[in-house]
């Protein structure tokens, strides 16, 4: 049989259209198998959907309004801010910035407890006390001033030679924290306790002094300290063992407070309070 | 049979034996063909059937989430506060085991057991239950625990399907306003049954229902509310939230609350809700709203006037103040001392005609505009004697729900314009245009006056620095059957801030309240709705956008030398 011309030519359409008709029919499948695989997703996707809806519900349910209220009253005590807690412009944010002024009161200095008075007996060892009120010594109530460059000096030493635990060393590392505390009523209760120390010191009696550290259960760390301070003096003076008894008190304290006692509680001891127990 | 087919080709010849051959051959031919063909038809249609499908896909169009049965109900944050929960229900079916006995063990052992889980159950009830043999539910709600103990009873009949219930989130908070379903899931109160065709209707309910509610002023509003219902022994409180520009209800409180999620004896009593369904008198707070008309009428020009504040007769009837404020008193003065006389005095020249009018543009003659169903205000039809107008200048012989009260006060500090008050959020283009009832300067003195009333008089418990309050105290004394009584007391405290940009209306009210040590023995409202609302907005003002702000006021510094000093109701 000869294959003619126009034979070869309709054979030839025929096995294109029978191909073609195979790869349509083919792809026309693999469209259909991904079209089901995305059903499937979708499927698997709404599946999700309402498990998420159930967690968030149960999350809304545990942490619904009422709960939260009763969570803030009894763990956190958030309150609504006040109007000093806003800041409405760039200006007011670079008021806070401004520096002090000629006429404002002095920073107090009251971490820094190297500022002993003189050695002498009935002569405080502790820092000059400052009145927040009136920015000025107590000491210059009763007596001149003494600069307290000038007794830091004279009293440095000396405690030094006294005790002989302290040596430059321990001094030069002793670093203070310095903290300026705005002038706030809150810095009296602070003096009063301070000046109780400098009462018993005063008097001359060899009896332990008991410092009174203003310390909130959750500060550790001062009523460490303290015991640490307490220890370290021990072995420095054998005649009376000041006890830097700490009680913790005052749940009211704030927290300026007590950086403002630390020194005194803690890190006082380390050297003045031998001083006060001897004399 | 073989002698028969002999038989019968030699009856009829060999010819007509081929002939039956031959037609026997063509219908076996016929008949493959038949099955053939049907065969070959089959596969066309099945090989076109795939191929369309192929081409075309499935015809079952692409949906997304699955439809929820009941539409979702929101706060205007989005915050869910009802949806659906897939929820066990305990259904007893008695066939599960074949024909034999329901039961493994007898009902009452089941009964018993039962209880056991459910402490709550009343175990004579189930017995009943579980002895009748009809299918039925036990219990709806049950906890996948309690499920896994009743699992553990080994009791086939008693299945636990897992369905569709509507659960509250926030639990009995915005109970009054969401409401509840009953057990054929259509609304029964509230929201739920205000918006049930939409949130059941298949086209609707896949976007959940958006309420203008906020949840975090809601909680405020119900935390502060309950803290001053416990501290002044109130039997009930309420309280509400309203966005004085668009009329929108950021907060509805009705206390004590229910908890949708579990009704019980106990809670029905406190599905009323105080603040839409009960009218009240509500006193005092009615005043700003006297003077407002009288100055928009142009009756009270001069804030400096004077009006004699003596003991008022009128045709039998003595009109009091809560204590003598001196031989005379100006309006701002009669206003911050919550005077009765004075505030007559200004009715009485301004007449019951112009009064009622306002009152009726109000809305205080029909039901207040809310989606909820709501009460009808004790209103006096007809023309109105001198002694009406004057009493209901101070707030009595007129009954209104708080909400009335909220709408008022709203058009009273945003301009003069009402607008109906809603529960539904609304977009910035669907806010009601609202009609003016009263002139923006006659507002702006409304601002000072009650700004004044929270800064010096009667409304000093309600100042919350830096949030510039101004409201008006009232504290009315419920009538009983002879007459008022006078130690059952209705308190409102009806406020607004900022006051120099009005933004919330905030209205607390106690119902019967008793003068108790937190509130120094007094139960009026100054004493115990006024510091609910200095309370709550310091709560809810920064999450509405209103900041503290010391520096800011509205200026009352033409009326500060008007007013002397002393202490009103």
């Given at each position: 049989m000869m294959l003619t011309r126009s034979r070869v030519k309709s054979i030839g359409w025929a096995v294109i259209l029978a191909v073609c008709f195979a790869l349509t029919i083919a792809l026309s499948f693999r469209v259909n198998a991904v079209r089901s695989q995305v059903r499937l997703a979708e499927r698997h996707i709404n599946g999700l959907k309402a498990e998420q809806a159930l967690l968030e519900t149960e999350f809304e349910t545990r942490a619904n309004q009422q709960q939260l209220t009763q969570l803030n009253e009894v763990e956190f005590g958030y309150q609504a801010p006040t109007a000093g807690q806003y800041l409405e412009s760039e200006r007011q944010l670079a008021d806070l910035g401004k520096p002090r002024g000629p006429d404002a009161p002095p920073m107090i200095r009251v971490a820094a407890n190297d500022a002993q008075g003189s050695a002498t007996a009935g002569d405080s060892v502790l820092p000059a006390m400052v009145n927040p009120l009136t920015g000025k010594a107590l000491a210059a109530e009763t007596s001149a001033a003494v600069p307290q460059g000038k007794a830091n000096a004279k009293a440095g030493p000396k405690l030094a030679e006294r005790s002989g635990a302290a040596s430059l060393a321990d001094r030069l590392g002793h670093v203070q924290q310095l903290a300026h505390v705005e002038k706030s009523p809150k810095m009296i209760a602070p003096n009063a306790e301070l000046r109780d120390i400098k009462a018993s010191s005063g008097k001359g009696s060899a009896q332990a002094v008991k410092v009174t550290a203003v310390a909130k259960a959750p500060a550790n760390s001062t009523a460490k300290l303290a015991k640490a301070a307490a220890i370290k003096a021990t072995p420095g003076k054998s005649a009376a063992k000041p006890s830097a008894g700490t009680t913790a008190s005052k749940a009211s304290a704030k927290p300026v407070v007590r950086i403002a006692l630390k020194p005194a509680a803690a890190t006082a001891p380390g050297k003045p309070h031998q001083k006060v127990a001897t004399d | 049979?073989?002698?028969?087919?002999?038989?019968?080709?030699?009856?009829?010849?060999?010819?007509?034996?081929?002939?039956?051959?031959?037609?026997?051959?063509?219908?076996?031919?016929?008949?493959?063909?038949?099955?053939?063909?049907?065969?070959?038809?089959?596969?066309?249609?099945?090989?076109?059937?795939?191929?369309?499908?192929?081409?075309?896909?499935?015809?079952?169009?692409?949906?997304?989430?699955?439809?929820?049965?009941?539409?979702?109900?929101?706060?205007?944050?989005?915050?869910?506060?009802?949806?659906?929960?897939?929820?066990?229900?305990?259904?007893?079916?008695?066939?599960?085991?074949?024909?034999?006995?329901?039961?493994?063990?007898?009902?009452?052992?089941?009964?018993?057991?039962?209880?056991?889980?459910?402490?709550?159950?009343?175990?004579?009830?189930?017995?009943?239950?579980?002895?009748?043999?009809?299918?039925?539910?036990?219990?709806?709600?049950?906890?996948?625990?309690?499920?896994?103990?009743?699992?553990?009873?080994?009791?086939?009949?008693?299945?636990?399907?897992?369905?569709?219930?509507?659960?509250?989130?926030?639990?009995?908070?915005?109970?009054?306003?969401?409401?509840?379903?009953?057990?054929?899931?259509?609304?029964?109160?509230?929201?739920?049954?205000?918006?049930?065709?939409?949130?059941?209707?298949?086209?609707?309910?896949?976007?959940?229902?958006?309420?203008?509610?906020?949840?975090?002023?809601?909680?405020?509003?119900?935390?502060?509310?309950?803290?001053?219902?416990?501290l002044s022994n109130a039997k009930g409180a309420g309280g509400i939230v309203l966005d004085v520009d668009t009329g929108e209800v950021l907060a509805l409180a009705s206390l004590p609350s229910f908890n949708p999620n579990l009704i019980d004896p106990a809670s029905v009593p406190n599905i009323f809700n105080r603040v839409t369904n009960q009218v009240y008198e509500l006193g005092s707070v009615m005043k700003p709203i006297t003077v407002a008309s009288a100055i928009e009428a142009g009756v009270v020009t001069d804030m400096a006037r004077r009006y004699p504040a003596g003991p008022l007769q009128i045709g039998g009837f003595t009109i009091h103040d809560s204590h003598n404020f001196g031989a005379s008193l100006n309006v701002p003065e009669a206003l911050i001392h919550s005077s009765n006389i004075v505030t007559a005095q200004v009715a009485d020249q301004l007449g019951g005609v112009r009064l009622k009018s306002t009152m009726e543009a109000l809305g205080f003659n029909r039901r207040p505009d809310i989606e909820l169903p709501a009460g009808f205000p004790i209103w006096r039809k007809g023309e109105w004697p001198r002694i009406t107008t004057m009493t209901v200048s101070y707030g009595h012989g007129l009954a209104l729900t708080p909400m009335h009260l909220a709408s008022a006060y709203a058009a009273l500090v945003n301009g003069g314009v009402w607008r109906p008050a809603t529960l539904k959020k609304l977009e910035p283009g669907q806010v009601p245009e609202g009609k003016r009832i009263w002139q923006p300067s006659t507002s702006a003195r409304m601002r000072q006056l009650l700004r004044m009333i929270v800064s010096v008089g009667t409304g000093r418990k309600a100042d919350a620095p830096g949030y510039r309050i101004g409201g008006k105290t009232g504290s009315a004394e419920k009538p009983g059957a002879h007459g008022y009584q006078r130690t059952n007391l209705i308190t409102t405290f009806a406020a607004a801030f900022p006051m120099d940009k009005p933004r919330y209306v905030v209205i607390a009210m106690m119902d019967e309240p008793q003068g108790t040590v937190a509130t120094s023995g007094q139960r009026t409202a100054a004493w115990n709705a006024a510091p609910v609302v200095g309370r709550v907005v310091p709560r809810i003002g920064p999450l509405l956008g209103v900041m503290p702000d010391n520096t800011r006021d509205v200026d009352i510094s033409d009326l500060a030398p008007l007013i002397g000093n002393g202490d009103g109701e």
């Open positions: - | 049979m073989t002698s028969l087919t002999v038989s019968t080709a030699i009856s009829t010849g060999r010819v007509q034996l081929v002939n039956v051959r031959q037609r026997s051959l063509l219908v076996a031919k016929l008949r493959v063909w038949m099955v053939v063909g049907a065969f070959t038809l089959i596969g066309i249609v099945a090989l076109f059937r795939i191929a369309w499908l192929g081409i075309a896909g499935e015809g079952e169009g692409r949906s997304g989430i699955a439809l929820p049965p009941r539409g979702e109900i929101v706060d205007r944050n989005g915050v869910p506060l009802a949806r659906a929960f897939p929820a066990y229900a305990l259904w007893y079916n008695p066939k599960a085991l074949g024909d034999g006995p329901a039961l493994v063990r007898t009902p009452g052992e089941v009964a018993a057991a039962l209880v056991r889980i459910f402490p709550d159950e009343d175990e004579a009830k189930l017995k009943a239950k579980l002895a009748s043999g009809k299918p039925q539910y036990l219990r709806r709600r049950i906890m996948p625990e309690d499920a896994n103990r009743i699992h553990a009873l080994g009791e086939p009949a008693l299945e636990f399907p897992r369905e569709a219930e509507r659960y509250y989130p926030q639990g009995s908070m915005a109970a009054h306003v969401l409401g509840l379903i009953g057990t054929d899931g259509h609304g029964r109160l509230g929201m739920e049954a205000v918006m049930d065709k939409q949130l059941m209707d298949p086209a609707f309910r896949g976007a959940p229902a958006v309420l203008s509610l906020d949840s975090r002023v809601q909680g405020a509003l119900e935390d502060e509310l309950l803290k001053g219902m416990r």
